[in-house]
T-cell receptor, first 114, second 117 residues
Framework: TQLLEQSPQFLSIQEGENLTVYCNSS?????LQWYRQEPGEGPVLLVT?????EVKKLKRLTFQFGDARKDSSLHITAAQPGDTGLYLC??????????????FGTGTRLTIIP | GAVVSQHPSRVICKSGTSVKIECRSL??????MFWYRQFPKKSLMLMAT?????????EQGVEKDKFLINHASLTLSTLTVTSAHPEDSSFYIC?????????????FGPGTRLTVT
């Protein structure tokens, strides 16, 4: 069983601060995605990382895939209230490559205080 | 973009009745769709993989006779919760993988909130 542990589970910070969310596993993933979900809605894809060591930037969000493709991080610079939501990482295991099954992380609930 | 819709968005039913939830890919075709369940303040749990024209593949612990899945076309998958009970109350989300996509393209529907009274 592939498990993706996210930390922290909950995070509440002031607007303008920086933060990092971690997604860790003992398993290797062929790709890893980050989603943001708001209450009562489905997850919205933010980014997909595929190559070990890959770094992708999306405005104030920076995503990194670990060299060994077992972990990932999401860094938000100058957080804004609009960043509030549930952040989920999800990976396609090496063994699952080809059948598109995603394993979701445990989630990080982020609250940005104005 | 790739849009996935779900219907209904909310449903309340009485214990013992069955409820059907539809998942549609609006602007792309999907040979594979996925059904997830999400409890309050928790992450998504994969229930089953729905394959067009063949039987669904269920995850361990998910009763296939309880959660009937039909993937009749490349744009529609349905999940029927049979003989619903209050413990089936949850947020059900589907996702679809475009035919053109690689192993990591999945687009999610807006979810269906099921409440069983």
């Amino acid at each position: 069983t592939q498990l993706l542990e996210q930390s922290p589970q909950f995070l509440s910070i002031q607007e303008g601060e920086n933060l990092t969310v971690y997604c860790n596993s003992s398993s290797v993933f062929s790709s890893l995605q980050w989603y943001r979900q708001e209450p009562g809605e489905g997850p919205v894809l933010l980014v997909t990382v595929v190559t070990g060591g890959e770094v992708k930037k999306l405005k104030r969000l920076t995503f990194q895939f670990g060299d060994a493709r077992k972990d990932s991080s999401l860094h938000i610079t100058a957080a804004q209230p609009g960043d509030t939501g549930l952040y989920l990482c999800a990976g396609v295991g090496v063994a699952n490559f080809g059948n598109e099954k995603l394993t979701f992380g445990t989630g990080t609930r982020l609250t940005i205080i104005p | 973009g790739a849009v996935v819709s779900q219907h209904p968005s909310r449903v309340i039913c009485k214990s013992g009745t069955s409820v059907k939830i539809e998942c549609r890919s609006l602007d792309f075709q999907a040979t594979t769709m996925f059904w997830y369940r999400q409890f309050p303040k928790k992450s998504l749990m994969l229930m089953a993989t729905s394959n067009e024209g063949s039987k669904a593949t269920y995850e361990q612990g998910v009763e296939k006779d309880k959660f009937l899945i039909n993937h009749a076309s490349l744009t529609l998958s349905t999940l029927t919760v049979t003989s619903a009970h209050p413990e089936d109350s949850s947020f059900y989300i589907c996702s679809a993988n475009p035919l053109r996509g690689g192993a990591y393209e999945q687009y999610f529907g807006p979810g269906t909130r099921l409440t069983v009274t």
